[in-house]
């Protein structure tokens, strides 16, 4: 069965600092990886996608990484904003999506 | 958001009820899915469709039906037979099946009274 274990469940940070977020993956074949912004009631965007030769992506402050080898992936982001509290969603492309529980982010001023 | 909406944004019905969720995309996407999220769980697959008149089961199917007649729609309906049906719904979209992105609409939150 595929699995994607995010970590982080939740964290708090304060505004202006920089955090990391976790994704491990066991799925395979593997074809990409995505990284979604889901603010709350809302449905998820897309800010990142690798596929197996990529190993950083970056779209403004937000950079993923990706190890094949080791089947991890990482969202950092950089001078959090306020805007930036959302849940973070890993999806791992096997053919079909396999979907992590998300990593809760708050940031306060 | 882009190019899908859903509608309504909320939707209250009593248990027994069917109620059917919209989902509507002009992206000229053939591929429609139908998601459903609880709170501390990943995304599950309910319905998803590839090509008009054509869908398939996902990982939760039971309880609920789905039809698409045109490219543009993918209507899901909730049925007294879904046991737990207060959820967040999402539909979402992409150019094809497999690896494309999918892009997700704003979703509907239905809770049964």
């Known amino acids: 069965k595929n699995q994607v274990e995010q970590s982080p469940q939740s964290l708090i940070i304060l505004e202006g600092k920089n955090c990391t977020l976790q994704?491990?993956?066991?799925?395979?074949?593997?074809?990409?990886l995505r990284w979604y912004k889901q603010d709350t009631g809302r449905g998820p965007v897309s800010l990142t996608i690798?596929?197996?030769?990529?190993n950083t992506k970056s779209n403004g402050r937000y950079t993923a990484t990706l190890d094949a080898d080791t089947k991890q992936s990482s969202l950092h982001i950089t001078a959090s904003q306020l805007s930036d509290s959302a849940s973070y969603i890993c999806?791992?492309?096997?053919?079909?999506?396999?979907f992590g529980k998300g990593n809760q982010v708050v940031v306060i001023p | 958001d882009g190019g899908i909406t859903q509608s309504p944004k909320y939707l209250f019905r009593k248990e027994g009820q069917n109620v059917t969720l919209s989902c509507e995309q002009n992206?000229?996407?053939?591929?429609m899915y139908w998601y459903r999220q609880d709170p501390g769980q990943g995304l599950r697959l309910i319905y998803y469709?590839?090509?008009?008149?054509?869908?398939q089961k996902g990982d939760i199917a039971e309880g609920y039906s789905v039809s698409r007649e045109k490219k543009e729609s993918f209507p899901l309906t909730v049925t007294s037979a879904q046991k737990n049906p207060t959820a967040f719904y999402l539909c979402?979209?992409?150019?094809?099946?497999?690896?494309?992105?999918?892009?997700f609409g704003p979703g509907t939150r239905l809770t049964v009274l």
């Open positions: 469709s590839q090509i008009v008149n054509d869908f």
């Open positions: 690798m596929t197996f030769s990529e």
């Open positions: 994704c491990n993956y066991t799925v395979s074949p593997f074809s990409n």
């Open positions: 992206l000229n996407h053939d591929a």
């Open positions: 979402a979209s992409s150019i094809g099946g497999g690896p494309d992105t999918q892009y």
């Open positions: 999806v791992v492309s096997a053919g079909r999506l396999a």
